[in-house]
């Protein structure tokens, strides 16, 4: 084996074993939403899904992976492989020397990778798409990025924004759309019943919108820091604002220096950015996230500097890494939701939760779908005891109203706190 090829292996193991730190975390409400509605069959997971948003792919692959085990690190071994295949993918993109290992490495390092890599969802299988198909896009096999396009769209919707980006690098590759067109025409109808869903959500979940997509003003700032620094915040303020102008200072610098690929890393990294900015005007979509196979394009942008000035801008990546990692792996902050944790302490208590929704979470469906859970609109004067979560009442009751209510006949006697999910409260009568 030859030094090169010893490298990129060196370099693949470093990103799985930097996708195995914390593999345990619990499901946060996403996650769990994902491994309840992936344990439906095929049929429902094809036909029954119209209040999620998502097309199946990802839950098809999910429910066969779910047939060897529930437990959350065989779960994340999904995504993991899909991220660490990312990892050799991009050499093969970036070309097979220093450029292409210096873009392994930077992508087997980098923290938002690593986070995603981690996440029981599809965000980690459409950055490995996104890399195969512009690696089919950049050698004119158009044919098979037509079909990985196909993947694409059937694992997330703002897919549609890579493919727009590789009609402006490649105007010829449009005709091939038309075969991912035939080959996603099954899913359209079910496209237009999730649609449909989704744009009645305000009705019922007025502050969602803000959730689901970030404000104009922080948002193509906020998808580069993060492709970056990975998500992260440091205490006090004005620190984290040195650190921002500094993270933005070396993606400047790296920009400027990079002379690998310039339209195509451009067009890849601007077009997607750019056209999921316009549609959040109307539809929320800007989350840095949903943008993932785009993050590839920031990385050979650093790496082409990082060939130019080698110990200066390699010292300066590796860096922000470091920082973005420890901080994700030390912090239970900066971690997943502490549902697992909550809920196990839930189950010693022998009481009643009431949640401010009108449904209880996803992840008591998940890890005690028999725990008494009551919702806001059923809470009776009869209650002895309860629970009271206020998670995202931000969003269902941005006033606090249920809580003054609860106050009104009941005391407080206890609180805890967990991380991602937030205090719960407990209420005695006051007869």
């Known amino acids: 084996m030859g030094k090169e090829k010893i490298i990129i292996v060196l370099i693949i193991l470093l990103g799985l074993g930097l996708r195995l730190v914390n593999l345990n975390q619990s499901l946060w409400l996403d996650e769990a939403a994902q491994a309840n509605l992936s344990s439906l069959s095929l049929s429902q997971i094809w036909f029954n899904r119209q209040a999620d948003f998502h097309p199946p792919l990802f839950y098809i692959l999910a429910h066969y992976w779910m047939q060897v085990s529930h437990s959350e690190v065989w779960l994340r071994l999904l995504p993991v492989m899909f991220g660490v295949i990312s990892v050799g993918l991009i050499y093969l993109l970036a070309g097979k020397d220093k450029f292409g290992i210096l873009s392994a490495f930077f992508l087997a390092i980098n923290p938002y990778h690593i ?22 896009l950049k050698q004119k096999k158009y044919i098979w990025m037509a079909i990985v396009n196909t993947l694409i769209l059937y694992t997330h919707y703002s897919g549609i924004f890579l493919i727009l980006a590789q009609f402006i690098i490649s105007p010829s590759s449009i005709i091939y759309f038309l075969i991912s067109i035939i080959l996603y025409a099954p899913w359209i109808p079910r496209f237009v019943e999730q649609f449909q869903g989704g744009v009645n959500i305000d009705s019922y979940l007025p502050g969602w919108r803000s959730v689901l997509t970030l404000s104009p003003m922080k948002a193509i700032p906020e998808i580069i820091f993060k492709f970056m620094a990975g998500r992260i915040n440091l205490m006090p303020k004005w620190i984290y604002a040195i650190y921002i102008l500094f993270v933005f200072g070396v993606t400047g610098f790296g920009i400027f220096l990079n002379r690998f690929e310039r339209k195509l890393l451009w067009l890849w990294l601007g077009i997607p950015i750019l056209a999921s900015f316009i549609l959040s005007f109307w539809i929320p979509q800007t989350q840095p996230f949903r943008l993932l196979f785009s993050l590839p394009a920031l990385i050979m942008i650093l790496a082409g500097a990082a060939t130019r000035f080698p110990k200066t801008f390699f010292t300066l990546v590796v860096y922000i890494s470091i920082v973005g990692n420890v901080l994700y792996f030390t912090r239970p902050r900066l971690q997943r939701e502490q549902w697992r944790q909550a809920i196990n302490f839930l189950q ?14 996803a992840p008591f469906y998940w890890y005690a779908p028999q725990l008494p859970v009551v919702t806001s609109d059923k809470v009776t004067s009869d209650m002895r005891e309860f629970w009271y979560m206020e998670y995202l009442t931000g969003l269902t009751d941005p006033g606090n109203k249920m809580k003054f209510e609860i106050e009104k006949n009941w005391k407080l006697v206890d609180t805890r706190n967990f991380e991602g999910v937030g205090l719960i409260y407990k209420y005695e009568s006051r007869n």
């Open 115 to 136: 986070y995603y890599s981690q996440e029981f969802r599809s965000y980690s299988l459409l950055a490995m798409l996104g890399l195969l198909s512009m690696l089919f």
């Open 348 to 361: 010693t208590q022998n009481s009643p939760v009431v949640v401010n929704f009108f449904d209880k979470f």
